[in-house]
């Protein structure tokens, strides 16, 4: 299932982007990334999974673009290292025909129409002849609008519909025809309220942001891959510390993977998606983080799904850690004002950090959309993902932080507070609900994993066990005495039944047992 999640369409009609602005530096291009702010009472729905099934009336969510040419046209695409396709809404000129359809289908819509090739522009890097899914503009795809995927090749479906080189995905392409180039991308992302910092971000190829030189010494956190027959599943991800979450009181939340294949039960798969608006969490994470909130309620709205509802005067805040590296999450990120209200009609902001339902996959936990990104400059280092190279490097993930958890508070008590830092509440007394794991659950993963094998040779000994039988009986009946007639040792009935043994663990989970829906994209 691809991770993408699209949040623009409407707000594309709302009002024009921002030219993108290109700047050429030593090893590397760069390209400024516009954010779009969605306009009230207008409509998006989230490529890949992030918000549940229906559609979120949004004043607030930000959804990042940058500016490509293809064929010489201007189309304003969404960066997303969730998916691994380029298309766009309207015709290319000169374009060349391939003969070929292809699409993505995301958790809510899908894309789909003809596979053809033209120059593109990106990061100031022309590619020619890059493939791409030219899609009919519609109310949902206006004329204009794209998607331009980041992720690894693996997941392209247009190179798997061609075939051939011809069909990689864009960075793919960049790297293989610039070989002096490093094969990593970096990515910042801005936020909109924030009164201290800019709103733009930065999108660079083979290239460090000036500033932020210091994201090379951090930790490289290794990519963690899917298994080879489910190779269409893999995504930027790595893995979270062992209680390597913390929560609004500032201690961990223990969880549990449902990655079977992880070492550490305790260590969870986190994808980073820059296409999800709302990262998705298990719902033992977010009831953790925002059910000790005052005030704050679990609601199934319908224009959301399910999700936590919070008083906006209420901060909350909380940690991630990879590698032993602390990533502090902004207040303003841990819940959103959308300008929205509760059954009573009280204005409430939604938990960011939303409870994963759709999205849920058995290779990954968490997905790490916008409100994770917002705080940290992250540089994905493609290695031997890219397809066709001589590269032997194992690709690999830095972190930097860029949340200042002091500047952070201010920030929310300007905006949210009106300036006056009024604190005083507490959280409520820690529940055991939700952040306890379930009893005896890495056995149950485990068993879950290799069920197959496990099946295989329960069965391979039934045969066994049934030859043996067989073989005995055959045996039996070459006695002197008739097998029907030999002695048998009978248990009188009046003696008691001998005790049964103990059912070591319950029937075998269901896969939806660790499937949860959220919403919509890819």
Not at 257 to 281: E, H, M, N, R, W
Request: charged share 15%; proline share 6%.
């Amino acid at each position: 299932m691809k991770l993408a999640l699209w949040g623009l369409q409407a707000a594309v009609i709302w009002s024009s982007l921002l030219p993108a602005v290109y700047a050429a530096r030593e090893g590397g291009l760069r390209l400024k990334v516009n954010g779009k702010r969605n306009p009230p009472d207008l409509k998006y729905s989230k490529r890949g999974n992030i918000l549940g099934s229906s559609t979120l009336s949004n004043s607030a969510d930000i959804s990042y673009y940058a500016n490509v040419t293809l064929g010489g046209v201007s189309f304003s695409v969404l960066i997303d290292t969730g998916s691994s396709d380029l298309w766009v809404a309207g015709s290319v000129p000169n374009a060349k025909e391939t003969g070929k359809n292809s699409g993505v289908t995301y958790a809510i819509g899908a894309i789909q129409g003809p596979v053809q090739l033209a120059d593109l522009n990106f990061t100031g890097y022309v590619v020619s002849d890059q493939a791409f899914i030219q899609v009919t503009p519609d109310s949902t795809n206006p004329q204009g609008l794209g998607l331009i995927g980041l992720g690894p090749n693996q997941g392209s479906n247009v190179f798997s519909t061609l075939g051939s080189v011809s069909g990689a995905a864009v960075v793919d392409r960049i790297f293989r025809q610039n070989t002096s180039t490093p094969n990593f991308l970096s990515v910042l992302l801005g936020r909109y309220d924030d009164p201290t910092d800019t709103f733009p971000g930065d999108i660079t190829v083979g290239d460090i942001l000036q500033g932020y030189e210091n994201i090379t010494s951090q930790s490289k956190l290794d990519v963690t891959q899917v298994s080879t027959f489910e190779s269409g599943s893999q995504h930027w991800q790595t893995l979270i510390d062992a209680n390597g979450v913390l929560g609004p009181d500032g201690q961990p939340i223990t969880l549990t993977t449902v990655v079977a294949k992880t070492s550490d039960a305790y260590k969870l798969t986190a994808v980073f998606d820059t296409g999800f608006s709302l990262p998705q969490v298990p719902e033992a994470l977010a009831t953790a983080v925002y059910g000790r909130i005052p005030g704050a309620q679990f609601a199934n709205r319908s224009d959301v799904g399910g999700i936590w509802q919070v008083p906006c005067d209420k901060e909350v805040n909380m940690t991630f850690i990879f590698a032993g590296q602390k990533i502090p999450i902004h207040p303003l990120d841990t819940t959103i004002d959308l300008n929205v209200t509760d059954d009573s009609g009280n204005k409430v902001c939604l938990g960011a950090f939303q409870p994963i339902t759709t999205a849920q996959d058995s290779n990954y936990d968490v997905i790490l959309g916008m409100a994770f990104l917002r705080n940290v400059y992250i540089l994905i280092d493609y290695g031997d993902f890219v397809d066709g190279t001589s590269v032997t490097a194992n690709p690999y993930i830095q972190l930097l932080a860029t949340t200042d958890p002091t500047e952070a508070h201010q920030d929310f008590v300007n905006v949210r507070l009106g300036g006056k830092d009024d604190q005083s509440w507490q959280l409520l007394p820690a529940s055991s609900t939700g952040s306890t794991p379930k009893a005896a659950s890495q056995f149950v993963r485990k068993i879950e994993y290799y069920w197959p094998i496990i099946a295989g040779v329960a069965g391979f000994l039934v045969l066994v066990l049934i030859i043996s039988c067989l073989c005995v009986r055959r045996r039996k009946r070459t006695n002197s005495r008739p097998f029907w007639r030999s002695q048998k040792s009978y248990r009188p009935l009046q003696d008691p039944a001998p005790v049964g043994m103990h059912a070591l663990g319950g029937p075998r989970p269901s896969s939806s047992d660790y499937r949860n829906p959220w919403d919509s994209r890819y």
